[in-house]
């Protein structure tokens, strides 16, 4: 039973809500603004909010001079390659630990999860070293297989959570009504299987796409993805604000947007499911 | 439905995950562990004679290492306090009835898709720049003088950026744990007459206790290692004053090209990381029981 919500009570929480929420949003649209100002107007004081020439020239310049197509592709190949695979790997282990769990299931588990506990720099040079004999470094395919390892044990726990929920009745239901086990995959199973794994997919993309240890330790000039093209910002380039704040958006804008749709996941998956 | 047959090939299918899983543990691991046994600097090509545990000595009697530990600790610890105090306010705030809850939360959470490096510089040329940023227009206008962040607070101001990042976590995770508060007895206490303040801290806080837990626990793991934040801000000084241990390590590794000595700093690394992870593994396992 909710008692009614005075108006007056409700208008103050709008209230204030909302300029807490412009607050904490303000530099992501502050950067969007400065995006479309020319560098003079940028730095301009006083600053200008809404009533300057806008102008794209920032994004055509930051495109043409730095070869931005060829850092977003990394971007792209780099997290929805190691996604992929990821889940090529995490799919079978996950299904199989929440439908036929056995004595070990839960200290696999755990185990799996404390690999996601090593600090990355504990690893660093081993891996650098690694890379660098066997011609890794700076490659698409070396940041592909440390993302998919670091990113595997989020995976399996993410589509775990997932798949336990699938009522394991409906399995047998379908058994009984005479399906083949081939059928029962296709037919009964997949489709209960698929949010899960499309949820999973989101947020591990999420987080390979911001990954910015590894991703600027192992790339030089080849494979370097978005966030190491932004890292080379700060470098006194950093000072054309305009331009700097063009190539932040380009490089934050897919993922913010893929990141509204997974809030809800975003939760789950990264507290293992402890918090629901 | 576990027969014999389901079950081997249950192994089967866990095996890939678990191989390359213990590969990757185990490989680069005891490289390290044997790397830090070692004067090894890739500057010097030669023998690398084992130097027992010299390295080790060496790292942690170095001042910059007490720094940058101090350093971790302080980063970790202030962006905790900050992004749970915060976090707790602006969830009791979006739980309240309001008109476009959605768009708020939406706007709340954004800072934690923004990548590291655009976060760290933005914040650091378009606000923290003590000439053109908006935070020194700020002062001019207030007739203040314009501080210059990054070189007198280069540590207060990185813990302000890497809590923008992690606020909207916090934030989203006290949400859904708040949601699931029971409305009925906190509105059963209400009419017993306790006060709002009672009310939070006697049923809101406790109610709350696991996930502020779980939320300390998973941002301690991912803030002992923030890099790129450091990496592009300050390089970790002026000095070693916005140093922490992952910097330290990675500066010690790739830059002084120092692998025995930057080895030795990265188990020490793992050994404070083990320390935090043990706590939150019994958390996570309480939870797989139940």
């Known amino acids: 039973?909710?008692?009614?919500?005075?108006?007056?009570?409700?208008?103050?929480?709008?209230?204030?809500?909302?300029?807490?929420?412009?607050?904490?949003?303000?530099?992501?649209?502050?950067?969007?603004?400065?995006?479309?100002?020319?560098?003079?107007?940028?730095?301009?004081?006083?600053?200008?909010?809404?009533?300057?020439?806008?102008?794209?020239?920032?994004?055509?310049?930051?495109?043409?001079?730095?070869?931005?197509?060829?850092?977003?592709?990394?971007?792209?190949?780099?997290?929805?390659?190691?996604?992929?695979?990821?889940?090529?790997?995490?799919?079978?282990?996950?299904?199989?630990?929440?439908?036929?769990?056995?004595?070990?299931?839960?200290?696999?588990?755990?185990?799996?999860?404390?690999?996601?506990?090593?600090?990355?720099?504990?690893?660093?040079?081993?891996?650098?070293?690694?890379?660098?004999?066997?011609?890794?470094?700076?490659?698409?395919?070396?940041l592909v297989i440390v993302l998919t390892l670091i990113n595997l044990p989020i995976i399996i726990w993410?589509?775990?959570?997932?798949?336990?929920?699938?009522?394991?009745?409906?399995?047998?239901?379908?058994?009984?009504?005479?399906?083949?086990?081939?059928?029962?995959?296709?037919?009964?199973?997949?489709?209960?299987?698929?949010?899960?794994?499309?949820?999973?997919?989101?947020?591990?993309?999420?987080?390979?796409?911001?990954?910015?240890?590894?991703?600027?330790?192992?790339?030089?000039?080849?494979?370097?993805?978005?966030t190491a093209f932004i890292a080379s910002y700060s470098s006194p380039e950093g000072l054309f604000y305009a331009k700097l704040s063009a190539a932040s958006t380009m490089a934050i804008a897919p993922i913010l947007i893929m990141g509204w749709f997974s809030q809800k996941q975003l939760v789950r998956g990264l507290t293992f499911g402890a918090v629901k | 439905m576990s027969t014999q047959h389901s079950r081997s090939a249950a192994r089967l299918m866990i095996s890939p995950s678990v191989i390359l899983l213990l590969a990757w543990m185990i490989i680069p691991l005891s490289l390290t562990l044997y790397f830090s046994f070692l004067r090894y600097n890739l500057l010097m090509p030669g023998a690398n004679p084992f130097v027992g545990f010299e390295n080790y000595t060496y790292f942690l009697t170095d001042p910059a290492f007490f720094s940058a530990l101090t350093n971790t600790l302080v980063l970790v610890g202030g962006v905790l306090i900050i992004t749970i105090v915060g976090g707790v306010l602006l969830a009791l705030l979006l739980d309240q009835p309001m008109w476009g809850q959605g768009i708020v939360r939406i706007l709340v959470i954004a800072p934690f898709f923004v990548m590291p490096t655009v976060s760290a510089l933005v914040w650091k040329n378009m606000f923290m720049n003590p000439v053109n940023g908006l935070f020194a227009y700020m002062a001019k206008f207030l007739g203040l003088q314009p501080f210059d962040f990054l070189a007198h607070a280069p540590l207060a101001s990185i813990i302000l950026i890497v809590s923008w990042q992690w606020l909207p976590f916090a934030t989203l995770i006290l949400l859904t744990a708040m949601q699931s508060l029971d409305s009925e007895r906190m509105e059963a206490a209400e009419m017993d007459g306790a006060g709002p303040l009672a009310r939070f801290f006697y049923m809101v806080v406790p109610h709350l206790s696991r996930a502020i837990t779980v939320v300390i626990l998973i941002q301690t793991i991912f803030l002992l290692s923030v890099f790129a934040e450091i990496l592009v801000t300050t390089n970790g000084g002026p000095g070693t004053s916005s140093t922490n241990l992952t910097y330290l390590v990675y500066a010690q590794s790739l830059l002084n090209f120092d692998v025995g000595g930057g080895s030795a700093g990265g188990v020490v690394a793992i050994i404070l990381a083990n320390i935090v992870a043990i706590f939150l593994m019994r958390m996570i396992g309480k939870n797989l029981d139940a």
């Open chain 1, 158 to 226: 993410m589509l775990y959570t997932y798949f336990k929920e699938i009522p394991v009745d409906i399995l047998e239901a379908a058994r009984m009504d005479g399906a083949s086990l081939r059928n029962e995959i296709i037919y009964v199973l997949t489709p209960m299987a698929v949010p899960g794994i499309a949820s999973t997919m989101l947020l591990n993309i999420i987080l390979a796409w911001n990954e910015a240890f590894w991703t600027l330790n192992l790339t030089a000039a080849n494979a370097a993805p978005l």
């Open chain 1, 1 to 142: 039973m909710a008692r009614a919500v005075t108006t007056n009570r409700k208008i103050t929480m709008t209230v204030i809500a909302w300029s807490i929420g412009f607050l904490i949003f303000f530099p992501i649209l502050w950067t969007v603004l400065t995006s479309f100002k020319s560098e003079a107007e940028a730095i301009a004081s006083p600053p200008s909010f809404v009533f300057f020439d806008w102008t794209i020239e920032n994004y055509g310049i930051v495109m043409e001079r730095s070869n931005y197509f060829r850092f977003f592709m990394n971007s792209v190949v780099i997290s929805v390659g190691s996604t992929l695979i990821g889940l090529i790997i995490a799919v079978p282990a996950a299904w199989s630990m929440a439908f036929v769990p056995g004595k070990g299931t839960k200290n696999i588990l755990m185990w799996m999860l404390s690999t996601k506990m090593l600090p990355p720099v504990g690893v660093l040079i081993p891996i650098y070293l690694i890379f660098k004999n066997v011609g890794l470094l700076d490659t698409r395919t070396g």
